[in-house]
């Protein structure tokens, strides 16, 4: 069982950027690889990002929509993967949740995570 826990949300101008994190309890943190989605409402929930586990090459993979302003990296000592946001954009608001699934490589697709967290809200003002 793995629990998740984000923080780092906010409300930030456009423009901004805001560094998001994601605690994981658990022991097998390393074994599993993590993502990204953000939600907003009225939306279906939308794919950021995604790392795979560290062993595999730590490979990563981003939306479209934030390739170039999004980064996320893991810190297996830790226990905690981050987001970290640059050149926010009103679009951007959304909910944010991280998801880890019991696999070695990402994913895009919201149904393939085994764990998900509470959400944190990021918002975007113009």
């Known amino acids: 069982q793995v629990q998740l826990v984000e923080s780092g949300g906010g409300l930030v101008q456009a423009g901004g950027s805001l560094r998001l994190s994601c605690a994981a309890s658990?022991?097998?943190?390393?074994?599993?690889?993590m993502g990204w989605f953000r939600q907003a409402p009225g939306k279906e929930r939308e794919f950021v990002g995604a790392?795979?586990?560290?062993?595999?090459?730590?490979?990563?993979y981003y939306a479209d929509s934030v390739k170039g302003r999004f980064t996320i990296t893991r810190d297996n000592a830790k226990n905690t993967v981050f987001l970290q946001m640059n050149s926010l954009k009103p679009e951007d608001t959304a909910v944010y949740y991280c998801?880890?699934?019991?696999?070695?490589?990402?994913?895009?697709?919201?149904?393939?995570?085994?764990?998900w967290g509470q959400g944190t809200q990021v918002t975007v003002s113009s």
């Open positions: 998801a880890a699934r019991t696999m070695s490589g990402g994913s895009s697709k919201p149904n393939e995570y085994d764990y």
């Open positions: 658990g022991r097998t943190f390393n074994s599993h690889a």
């Open positions: 790392i795979s586990i560290s062993w595999s090459g730590g490979s990563l």
